[in-house]
């Protein structure tokens, strides 16, 4: 595959006074005024390597993530690819048409309707006439935000600004790909639709993102670099990153253990496997079977969130007496789903005899389709009678 | 021959994309300010004839004398018209300056060229200033002047607003990178602004003796050369002392602001990193 961008010793520094930081711009202005170069490569009083020694190659077709805790320097890398920011040692070539989503408000005025603000964006990007409307017409769609789209930016709530910035620099066709946390926008629905378009953008291009999410990660990427205060630890496939992220999160505070490839699973209803993202209807019964690849006797428990993430249900078998040995297939019913119309997702964690977590699995997503009554999630059917 | 024929092609490609998107920012930015001041761009006109009229006011009080004649009609196109292009000359530093802080997150989230958002503060000059030199001229009349019927005294009319429009563009770019760090860039603008009023010939007629200070205060005042030529020249008067100074600050202005586009390249992402997230 063609290689589209390559990171070469990449090195990046800040500093941590916000009057030394003017002063050293101004020296670094001056330098440029007078035609010498930055010639700053070391480090000078307050400031500190944001990045060090950062190398990898990314070809078409490759996801790769950036992992890594606040201040491990991942927005820091991204923009240094982006060319939003100077690199204070080595270099980074490109290959093709740059695309980022990084702030996907950018440019938008509050005074201006959402029509507005994209007709704007789009003749930015060079669309004209029928071409131009054109892409008005799929932003609108995409952002699904109806009436607002004619309102001022200003009257939207952050979802939907969130929503237009989305649509507005997502229909692209870039050879590199650059995203920063751009999937945490939206209602779940939402995100799906994101999910889509990335996995459209992705066909053709390389593309590099970040995210606090690693079930974001586990799904879009196919290789990735683990961030530890500017320096690449690790290198290689993303649940490699997943588990370090949750291991250095461990040594902080005790924290769930991804490892998403020690269970497979599907759901089921009526014995048809639901795909995910699904549609089910309100009070529908649903199964859920699969396997684990653990080497320990385990418990599972089965959690049920809603849109928000919040949990508001939970199968565990240890309330059914039910241990999975190691190389045994489970299968557990569910029984009837009385959820309000909506966003649902399900993720799955085994816990050991001694009552650690050894894993939890990606979230199944899946919708539920019926008479909407109010917005609590869980309404359980009583059997009514008159007396 | 082909290929520098195609990389010619590009090269033309990229401009017309750059000067297409400063067009097209002017007008965005011209809409917003529309839709965000209820009385739009009739402030244009406001706040010089506030002026112009507080100055009928204050000279006639003074004089104690009839104001109907032609010359206090010259003083007042004078004033009026000097106000109006120094007004026009401070927003246009002022929006320049403020050009990189203004647009950081465009300039972050979006693969514009940094020379787009110059062009559209340039863009948007030319329109200011061409409003100005409609309400002037439609000025002359209302006072009861003549207009002049050379057409030479039109052409420096004209030669003087491009050269004040140069050294605006200029100086704001100049000022651009500092002022993006250091706030204290507009303090200074914005208390220059009653000063540069003050020793610009507005209200009174420019000081022709070369030996005097105000004299060579106003050559290195990039204000006050154009505005003494083109007070004579709407008089139909003899060209000023001044068109030699005016016709040097706009050649450097040229200069200066060509050398400032080629740098910003670089700056931008330092200044950039700078402002943080």
Redesign the interface.
């Given at each position: 595959m063609e290689e589209l961008l390559q990171v070469e010793g990449l090195w990046k520094k800040y500093s941590r006074s916000l009057s030394a930081s003017a002063r050293y711009a101004a020296r670094d202005l001056l330098r440029n005024a007078i035609g010498a170069e930055a010639g700053n490569e070391e480090l000078r009083d307050t400031e500190f390597w944001s990045l060090r020694e950062v190398n990898f190659t990314l070809r078409r077709g490759e996801v790769m993530a950036v992992v890594g805790y606040n201040g491990a320097g991942k927005s820091t890398l991204l923009k240094c690819i982006a060319g939003k920011l100077p690199v204070d040692r080595g270099k980074i070539v490109r290959r093709g048409k740059l695309g980022h989503l990084l702030e996907m408000s950018a440019g938008f005025s509050p005074s201006m309707t959402g029509r507005d603000n994209v007709s704007v964006r789009g003749r930015l990007i060079g669309k004209q006439g029928k071409e131009l409307n054109r892409y008005i017409s799929q932003v609108a769609e995409f952002a699904d935000i109806d009436e607002f789209f004619d309102a001022p930016v200003q009257f939207y709530s952050s979802g939907m600004k969130a929503r237009l910035g989305f649509a507005a620099s997502s229909v692209m066709e870039p050879d590199i790909l650059i995203l920063d946390e751009v999937l945490a926008v939206g209602d779940l629905g939402f995100r799906m639709k994101c999910y889509s378009r990335i996995d459209e953008i992705r066909k053709k291009s390389a593309v590099i993102l970040v995210s606090h999410s690693m079930g974001h990660i586990s799904r879009l990427a196919t290789t990735s670099i683990f961030l530890n205060k500017g320096k690449v630890v690790f290198q290689g496939a993303p649940q490699k990153s997943i588990a370090l992220y949750n291991e250095a999160k461990g040594s902080k505070k005790k924290a769930a253990n991804f490892k998403p490839e020690c269970i497979r699973f599907e759901v089921t209803r009526n014995h048809k496997v639901i795909e995910e993202n699904g549609v089910i209807l309100f009070g529908e019964e649903l199964s859920f079977q699969g396997e684990c690849f653990v080497d320990v006797p385990i418990t599972l428990s089965i959690f049920l969130h809603e849109q928000g993430g919040a949990v508001i249900g939970v199968w565990n078998s240890k309330r059914s007496n039910f241990i999975l040995h190691p190389s045994q297939r489970f299968s557990a019913k569910l029984g009837p789903q009385n959820l309000s119309p909506g966003y649902y997702h399900l993720s799955v964690i085994g816990i050991d005899s001694q009552g650690e977590q050894l894993f939890l699995s990606i979230p199944f997503n899946f919708r539920v389709k019926g008479d909407f009554y109010n917005k609590i999630g869980h309404e359980p059917i009583a059997a009514w009678n008159v007396l | 021959m082909s290929n520098s024929h195609s990389v010619g092609i590009n090269v033309l490609h990229k401009y017309k994309?750059v000067i297409?998107?400063g067009w097209?920012?002017a007008l965005?930015n011209i809409?917003?300010q529309i839709?965000?001041h209820a009385l739009g761009y009739a402030w244009t006109l406001i706040i010089p004839m506030l002026y112009a009229a507080c100055y009928f006011f204050i000279k006639r009080e003074l004089k104690g004398a009839d104001m109907s004649g032609s010359e206090a009609g010259w003083d007042v196109l004078r004033a009026f018209s000097g106000i109006m292009i120094v007004q026009s000359w401070m927003l246009l530093v002022v929006s320049m300056a403020g050009m990189i802080r203004r647009?950081k997150?465009?300039?972050?989230?979006?693969?514009?060229s940094t020379i787009s958002f110059v062009l559209a503060i340039a863009f948007e000059g030319v329109i200011a200033i061409a409003i100005r030199a409609i309400l002037i001229i439609a000025a002359i009349p209302i006072l009861g002047l003549d207009l002049p019927d050379e057409l030479s005294a039109w052409l420096w009319f004209a030669v003087c607003l491009i050269m004040l429009y140069l050294s605006a563009i200029m100086v704001g770019l100049l000022l651009a990178?500092?002022a993006t760090?250091?706030s204290d860039i507009f303090k200074g603008i914005s208390s220059m602004r009653l000063p540069l009023i003050l020793i610009s010939p507005i209200f009174y007629p420019a000081i022709e003796r070369t030996d005097s200070a105000l004299y060579l205060l106003n050559l290195v005042n990039p204000v006050a050369s154009p505005l003494a030529v083109l007070a004579n020249a709407l008089r139909g008067e003899e060209l000023s002392l001044y068109l030699m100074p005016m016709l040097v600050w706009g050649g450097l202005s040229v200069v200066l602001f060509v050398w400032s586009l080629k740098?910003l390249r670089?700056?931008v992402?330092?200044?950039?990193?700078?402002m943080g997230?």
């Open positions: - | 994309d297409g998107n097209i920012l965005r809409r917003i839709l965000e647009h997150g465009m300039l972050r989230g979006l693969n514009i990178p500092w760090l250091y740098k670089r700056q992402p330092i200044l950039l990193e700078r997230s």
